[in-house]
């Protein structure tokens, strides 16, 4: 059973800073990319950065240089330092992972269970 539990959401001052966390645990052979991404209320769910095992990383225009993500591979941890917020940057930000859990399994696709984060004007 591999499960995804997200920390460190919050309400926050635009300008202000929030970084969340995301450990991965349980029967784990290999994790491919790791992702964050988000939903405000009514709109739909979008990636906001992403980091391949290599560390190549990606990001939404909307959140590039103010955003970046970060991942432990030894703790199956991803992080995402959240700098200047704004308060559009306000919603659910779920984890997500691309995860084989033994040799001969293919990638799955996993969720952790959200956290809000509220950035005030």
């Known amino acids: 059973q591999v499960q995804l539990v997200e920390s460190g959401g919050g309400l926050v001052q635009a300008g202000g800073s929030l970084r969340l966390s995301c450990a991965a645990s349980?029967?784990?052979?290999?994790?491919?990319?790791m992702d964050w991404y988000r939903q405000a209320r009514g709109k739909q769910r979008e990636l906001v950065a992403t980091i391949t095992s290599d560390g190549i990383t990606d990001y939404a225009d909307s959140v590039k240089g103010r955003f970046t993500i970060a991942r432990d591979n030894a703790k199956n941890t991803v992080y995402l330092q959240m700098n200047s917020l704004k308060p559009e940057d306000t919603a659910v930000y779920y984890c997500?992972?691309?995860?084989?859990?033994?040799?001969?399994?293919?990638?799955?696709?996993?969720w952790g269970q959200g956290t809000q984060v509220t950035v005030s004007s």
């Open positions: 997500h992972a691309r995860i084989k859990v033994w040799v001969l399994s293919a990638f799955r696709d996993y």
């Open positions: 349980g029967s784990i052979f290999n994790i491919n990319a």
